[in-house]
């Protein structure tokens, strides 16, 4: 059975494992960036390699990310949706270099007015 706990970044990503660890958990889910911001973030080589490391070193099994809370894949709003899908698709590349199994993501509402 895997245990997990969304987990604090803060001062890189690296940082999430020993963090997931000392509370006990084997799987973990992280923001790969501020959540509430659009402003994408290019994660380092040197950086994915420290959140492999300490990956391996925690012994974690499972680990997620949780995208934007901006994102909004369902809206009729061209621009929040190209917007979106941007962001929805720098999330999963983040997600894929750090070698992440899985993305949370919420699709969003239709803000047309329609279901």
Not at 34 to 58: K, L, M, S, T, Y
Not at 61 to 71: F, K, P
Request: aromatic share 6%; hydrophobic share 45%.
């Amino acid at each position: 059975m895997l245990l997990g706990a969304h987990v604090s970044t803060a001062g890189g990503v690296r940082n999430a494992p020993p963090r997931a660890r000392q509370i006990g958990a084997s799987a973990a889910q992280i923001f790969t960036k501020q959540p509430n911001r659009w402003a994408e973030v290019v994660i380092g080589d040197a950086e994915v390699e420290a959140f492999r490391a300490a990956v391996d070193e925690h012994e974690l099994r499972y680990l997620c990310a949780h995208d934007s809370y901006l994102i909004n894949l369902a809206t009729a709003d061209p621009i929040l949706r190209d917007r979106s899908f941007a962001s929805f698709r720098s999330e999963l590349a983040r997600a894929n270099r750090l070698q992440l199994q899985a993305v949370v993501t919420h699709p969003g509402n239709a803000t047309d007015g329609n279901p």
